[in-house]
């Protein structure tokens, strides 16, 4: 069972939540606070999320947990949360309408910020909707680990289980760069990028292959690349220690999880 779904499905999921009491006191509350403090209700930016890792659903969980007002939530959906409005997706390209007649969804359509982070695989036309999307003034977060570290307790061939190994989508060559490995590399370690030391484990290095990426400035010790592509931008980083939620990992290091997680988000979309 994969555990992203689209913005219909989202809806529906929504929908049945909120028709359990819990959250009607959690909207309550809201109203509440909002009467008192008119500067409460502050509208967040939208953030379209495409990911294999658990950031959003709890690891492991069951249909009928997601619709519990007890799931769990990672401490990295928090760190998002508080920055944006999220919205799971799990295509990038148009969506045909559910009957005939009806127009195609876009899951991308008036969205302008987009993290897509260690994704099960992108499909040709996905490749293709998020080149145009990103070119026309996205602003991109993508993610591929060439070898996640963490441990997240599921067998391997489990639809649940994250990718263990990104897959390189050909719209990273198209924007003239690709992403290499070095077995060597100390683990874990730390890279610069700006004011931050990112936290990186068994990351990849990014190249630049051809004229295509001629406005992008390679940082980090290759790990981190960020480049203008037609009116946009798109982050790329090779590494998803960052973002390993409800994972097993040196203990040190999971403690810095959500604050990296919070500094990766504002330097991609500052």
Known sequence: MRLSFRPSVMALLFAVQCSLAACESRSAEAEAIEQSDPLAKVEKPRLGLMTSLPLYWPLGAQFGELLSSDAPISDQRQALEARFELLPLDTLSPIAGLSAGEPDLDPLEGLERLAVIQPRGLSPADNVALDAWVRGGGRLLLVLDPMLTADHHLPLGDPRRPVDIALIPPVVGRWGLEIDFDEDQPV????????????????????????????????????????????????????????????EHDHDHALDQPNQLSEVIDFAFR
């Open 188 to 247: 874990p370690r730390k890279v610069a990028l700006g004011d931050m030391q990112l936290s990186v484990a068994l990351a990849g290095g990014i190249r630049v292959r051809d004229s295509g990426a001629d406005d992008c400035d390679i940082m980090g010790d290759a790990v981190v690349a960020r480049c203008r592509i037609g009116e946009g931008e798109v982050t790329l980083i090779a590494d998803a220690h960052a973002f390993e939620g409800n994972a």
